[in-house]
Nanobody
Framework: QVQLVESGGGLARPGGSLRLSCAAS????????MGWYRRAPGQLRELVAT??????NYGESVKGRFTISRDNAKNTVYLQMNSLKPEDTAVYYCNVHTLGGIDYWGQGTQVTVSS
């Protein structure tokens, strides 16, 4: 139904910035939540940020540094990441969560923060 493709990952220096994009295609149910999750090696998946109907939710470790936004005309969600830290290194996944509890996931994009 829904296909998600992430882009924009790569290598950044500590204190630097990256901007991730997630383009959605296919049938998108109304009032779905879109967001970003990440998983570092050897760790559990954790919330980065979600958005629905203008409401924003951020993981505690990224508050004040990351910003989630949407372009409805392009069916795209973005994640602006500033003041990056080495602990932000992870695979970042785009997610759509429907009101019926169905999840759709992108393939993931690698973010590495290192000097």
């Amino acid at each position: 139904q829904v296909q998600l493709v992430e882009s924009g990952g790569g290598l950044a220096r500590p204190g630097g910035s990256l901007r991730l994009s997630c383009a959605a295609s296919g049938r998108m149910p109304s009032f779905s939540t879109m967001g970003w999750y990440r998983r570092a090696p050897g760790q559990l998946r954790e919330l980065v940020a979600t958005t629905r109907s203008g409401d924003l939710n951020y993981g505690e470790s990224v508050k004040g540094r990351f910003t989630i936004s949407r372009d409805n005309a392009k069916n795209t969600v973005y994640l602006q990441m500033n003041s990056l830290k080495p602990e932000d290194t992870a695979v970042y996944y785009c997610n759509v969560h429907t009101l019926g509890g169905i999840d759709y996931w992108g393939q993931g994009t690698q973010v590495t923060v290192s000097s």
